[in-house]
């Protein structure tokens, strides 16, 4: 059986509760599938900078270089918000996404039924949501060229360049054309092509790489229009694909969709590394009171599985040892509702490999 190797970054605050149960799960598939699963712990962010005086250390990055897939917890807290930008927690994962060219970002956003009231929706509307955001990661407005506030007749001028390659584009193209044979095989571009020539550009690629995948139904939608669409019809969409900017903004639309962000899991990948992590942040409000929610991140665990390690059986047992233990009415505080039994991070991880263990049967 194979053996794969996965940097474990605990991070900061909540982090090193959820990865810890998180690791109980993925420690259970192991046993059970008799796939050796080697976990090698690295620092970044604030704990980094307390323990190494940097977010990301060389260590922690020859550590992720050397693994087949990376796990992290959260990164950040007031504690460090007085130092300079570029000293902050943030700078270590900014700088891991650029070091392992992550360039096609994955939110998958779900509406389970046991938590559909959460939603700010309306039932009927939120009902059957599943799709996922795949948004690039590393051009578009955020890394163009030129950038910068500059004086112009004595007057302050600010400037960031919205710029894409053909390749970059069609590369997470590619992917999300893949991901949707995967799945439901309908793919939403979004782009802003009525008014931006690389909007344009964008769509021109997408309609090329459309014709070597006959299977998947295409369609086009201004980013403006798929904001308010994804609110009217969330379930309709299956994978939606946009640039940087966009994507930023329509994912964080999508995990409001859902209820909690304790829910909604992330992978960021390239064509030879991946780094998964929950969207939520660190909670240092929380941190080191066993109740935060760690369903996100063993869903991040879940789509290391599917992604990294070809285990699709095995992710598909842990997506549905996570909706079991919703059914029987299992909550963290994040998403407790009357006449549900309380659980905290720990009890949380016993329920899924509990449920997790039946369903393997």
């Given at each position: 059986?194979?053996t794969?190797?996965?940097?474990?970054l605990?991070?900061?605050?909540?982090?090193?509760?959820?990865?810890?149960?998180?690791?109980?799960?993925?420690?259970?598939?192991?046993?059970?599938?008799?796939?050796?699963?080697?976990?090698e712990?690295?620092?970044?962010?604030?704990?980094a900078?307390?323990?190494?005086?940097?977010?990301?250390?060389q260590?922690?990055?020859?550590?992720c270089?050397?693994?087949?897939?990376?796990?992290?917890?959260?990164?950040?807290?007031?504690?460090?918000?007085?130092l300079?930008?570029?000293?902050?927690?943030?700078?270590?994962?900014?700088?891991?996404?650029?070091?392992?060219?992550?360039?096609?970002?994955?939110?998958?956003?779900?509406?389970?039924?046991?938590?559909?009231?959460?939603?700010?929706?309306?039932?009927?509307v939120?009902?059957?949501t599943?799709?996922?955001?795949?948004?690039?990661?590393t051009?578009d407005?955020?890394?163009?060229?030129?950038?910068?506030?500059?004086?112009?007749?004595?007057?302050?001028?600010?400037i960031?360049?919205?710029?894409?390659?053909?390749e970059?584009?069609?590369?997470?193209?590619?992917?999300?054309?893949e991901?949707?044979?995967?799945?439901?095989?309908?793919?939403?571009?979004?782009?802003?092509?009525?008014v931006l020539?690389?909007s344009?550009?964008?769509r021109?690629?997408?309609?090329?790489?459309?014709?070597n995948?006959?299977?998947?139904?295409?369609?086009?939608?201004?980013?403006?229009?798929?904001a308010?669409?994804?609110?009217?019809?969330?379930s309709?969409?299956?994978?939606?694909?946009?640039?940087?900017?966009?994507?930023?903004?329509?994912?964080?639309e999508?995990?409001?969709?859902?209820?909690?962000?304790g829910?909604?899991?992330?992978?960021?990948?390239?064509?030879?590394?991946?780094?998964?992590?929950?969207?939520?942040?660190?909670?240092?409000?929380?941190?080191?009171?066993?109740?935060?929610?760690?369903l996100?991140t063993?869903?991040?665990?879940a789509?290391?599985?599917?992604?990294?390690f070809?285990?699709?059986?095995?992710?598909?047992?842990?997506?549905r040892?996570?909706?079991?233990?919703?059914?029987r009415?299992?909550?963290t505080?994040?998403?407790?509702?009357?006449?549900?039994?309380l659980v905290?991070?720990?009890?949380?991880?016993r329920?899924?490999?509990?449920?997790l263990?039946?369903?393997w049967?």
């Open positions: 059986m194979p794969f190797k996965v940097a474990v605990e991070g900061d605050g909540i982090g090193p509760e959820v990865i810890g149960a998180t690791l109980k799960v993925l420690e259970k598939v192991s046993e059970l599938s008799g796939v050796e699963l080697v976990f712990r690295g620092l970044i962010g604030g704990s900078i307390d323990q190494r005086g940097t977010p990301l250390p260590e922690t990055l020859r550590l270089l050397e693994s087949h897939a990376v796990l992290l917890g959260a990164v950040g807290g007031p504690k460090w918000d007085h300079p930008t570029e000293k902050r927690p943030e700078k270590g994962l900014l700088g891991i996404r650029k070091a392992l060219d992550l360039y096609a970002n994955l939110r998958p956003v779900k509406v389970y039924e046991p938590l559909i009231s959460s939603s700010p929706l309306k039932e009927e939120a009902r059957g599943d799709f996922i955001v795949v948004r690039e990661l051009g407005a955020y890394y163009g060229e030129p950038r910068g506030v500059f004086l112009e007749g004595g007057k302050r001028v600010g960031n360049t919205m710029r894409y390659t053909e970059e584009i069609r590369r997470v193209v590619r992917r999300a054309f991901l949707a044979l995967q799945r439901r095989r309908k793919l939403a571009s979004v782009d802003k092509s009525n020539e690389v344009g550009l964008w021109q690629v997408v309609q090329e790489e459309a014709q995948y006959p299977e998947v139904e295409v369609e086009h939608l201004y980013v403006d229009n798929c308010m669409q994804m609110v009217r019809r969330p309709s969409f299956d994978v939606i694909v946009t640039g940087n900017l966009f994507g930023d903004i329509l994912s964080d999508a995990a409001v969709i859902s209820g909690s962000l829910m909604l899991p992330s992978a960021s990948l390239g064509d030879r590394y991946a780094l998964y992590e929950p969207v939520h942040g660190s909670a240092p409000d929380i941190a080191g009171n066993g109740v935060a929610n760690p996100a063993i869903l991040s665990g789509m290391m599985l599917r992604h990294s070809n285990m699709h059986r095995e992710a598909d047992l842990v997506e040892a996570v909706e079991l233990v919703l059914e009415g299992y909550r505080p994040d998403i407790q509702s009357p006449g549900c039994a905290g991070t720990e009890g949380m991880a329920e899924v490999i509990r449920a263990e039946e369903l049967r």
